[in-house]
């Protein structure tokens, strides 16, 4: 039966714009800024200010108490970004694996971030938590559908739940998974029915149950389906599910995965099992403490990080990744290191003019038929955050210098000319751990690319110079520059472009600093 009134009448917040065209590089935005914080003390003020780089507010309202609650809030918050949690005697800010792992790594994944959170995203869920010195409270206005929720004994997994009603579908109807769709009203009803909203994994008959209902039965007169509807959007960025007319469906495309991993990540999200029950273990507390009790704790933030998934779990849904691998932020490794693919033969894509505001992971649309793998993990790495201020620096230091084409591609960064010499640049995302291996990777690649390029970069016209998010250490820079005689420019205090007084007169005319 549905319940009244329906304890479920929205997904997500509607402040996670993800139809936004550069919205997967404004997610790894947001995750990178976090990332900044990892570590330090809880400082609403201080991650406010950081923000207001991608805000578009004004600066009358830049203290709006809203800011950062209704915007960035809302992606720590509904998306697992970020957890505050208690160390000691103050609150300190964690980023969750799962965004460390997909977004903030050299090979950024929102599709496999995605995937695993919103495998563990549940109703009911804790959100508006706020922190004093010495305490966590709820605000008024999220602790209402909580308590709602929790009254109505709601146990609810959203996408596990969506994946599960459009199999059955398929199956009471025999039709392909291709051809099924699941409407909106069918979706309200499976969240609010106590045939499928009390469990986190309703059986198949009780999902054929509600689906029958939802046709004979009319939906609540006060109900706006539109807003119940409104952020169902977030769902395709998981590539596994797309919207038709009134309605959501498989999408089991071949682009940057084959239809049959797609399959196997439904497979495998339809049968996970999770839930976090402490919601309802506040025995002779109130709801109101028992939640207040459950923010200090983090015992929601530490549930809802993807990374805690089963081991195979994970690693279907992200291509192959381990929660527990060591990934290239994390550390260098003589051994185990992905080798450089050759460029193929055939098919070079040329050099093309770079736009001023195009962002470099938009060179080549994501919406391409099957993926070449070498390609995927390019596009990857072009989306990280910091690869992608690198190329913005440097291109910005060739403009002002009269470079008025600069060019990229699919593999080659970025390239420009001064003075009638060509460089050919190529960016790294890298910290004080990985730095070394990021300097091989980028050294091979320079060298293979004006070879396979030769036609376009001459060696005795063109300059090569690896931009580094972090300065290599004096013995990286002299065996780079004195016996490879590759320029290096690295980020200072992620703002200005520095380079050794060793590097080549034109590389030195692009940075802020020369030592």
């Known amino acids: 039966m549905l319940q009244f009134p329906p304890p479920i009448t929205r997904f997500l917040a509607n402040k996670i714009q993800s139809t936004e065209a550069d919205f997967e590089e404004y997610l790894i935005d947001v995750a990178t800024i976090f990332e900044e914080f990892n570590g330090q003390t809880y400082d609403r003020d201080a991650i406010v200010d950081r923000f207001l780089v991608l805000s578009g507010r004004s600066n009358e309202i830049e203290r709006d108490p809203s800011f950062y609650r209704d915007k960035f809030s809302s992606y720590a918050s509904y998306l697992g970004i970020l957890i505050v949690v208690r160390e000691g005697d103050r609150w300190v800010c964690r980023l969750s694996e799962a965004a460390s792992q997909l977004l903030c790594g050299d090979e950024p994944n929102v599709r496999a971030f995605s995937r695993v959170q919103l495998c563990l995203f549940q109703y009911p869920y804790l959100v508006g938590t706020q922190y004093k010195s010495t305490s966590a409270f709820i605000n008024e206005k999220a602790l209402t559908p909580i308590k709602k929720m929790l009254q109505a004994q709601v146990r609810v997994m959203p996408l596990r739940l969506i994946l599960r009603a459009l199999k059955v579908k398929a199956e009471i109807n025999s039709i392909t998974l291709l051809n099924v769709n699941l409407t909106y009203k069918e979706i309200f009803f499976l969240f609010n029915s106590t045939f499928t909203n009390q469990h986190p994994n309703p059986s198949e008959y009780e999902i054929f149950r509600v689906l029958e209902l939802s046709e004979i039965e009319e939906l609540p007169s006060t109900l706006n389906l539109t807003e119940f509807q409104r952020n169902f959007h977030f769902f395709e960025i998981t590539g596994l599910i797309k ?189 004080s751990n990985n730095v070394i291996s990021q300097i091989r990777k980028a050294v091979s690649q320079v060298y293979e690319y004006r070879y396979r390029y030769a036609y376009e970069f001459p060696r005795e016209s063109t300059l090569l110079c690896i931009v580094a998010q972090e300065r290599p250490d004096d013995w990286w820079l002299n065996y780079l520059i004195d016996d490879r005689s590759i320029n290096v420019i690295w980020l200072e205090g992620g703002v200005n472009l520095a380079c050794s007084s060793d590097c080549n007169e034109l590389i030195r005319q692009l940075v802020d600093r020369v030592e």
């Open 243 to 431: 919207r038709s007319e009134g309605s959501l469906m498989l999408d089991l495309s071949n682009d940057l995965e084959s239809s049959s991993s797609k399959l196997e990540m439904i497979n495998t999200i339809a049968n996970v099992t999770s839930f976090c029950e402490e919601f309802y273990k506040y025995d002779s507390l109130s709801i109101e403490a028992h939640l207040k009790q459950m923010a200090y704790d983090a015992v929601w933030s530490q549930y809802y990080d993807g990374s805690k998934l089963p081991q195979d779990v994970y690693s279907r849904l992200t291509g192959g990744l381990l929660s527990n691998q060591i990934s290239s932020t994390q550390g260098d490794s003589e051994e185990g290191e992905e080798p450089f693919t050759i460029l193929p033969k055939v098919s070079l894509p040329a050099l093309t003019p770079r736009q001023a505001s195009r962002s470099p992971s938009k060179t080549s649309s994501s919406n391409e038929s099957t993926a070449d793998p070498e390609l995927t993990q390019l596009k990857r790495q072009k989306s990280n955050a910091y690869h992608r201020l690198l190329v913005r620096k440097v291109e910005e230091q060739l403009r002002a210098r009269g470079c008025n084409e600069p060019r990229d591609n699919i593999y080659i960064d970025l390239a420009g000319e001064l003075s009638g010499i060509k460089i050919l640049f190529e960016m790294k995302s890298c910290n």
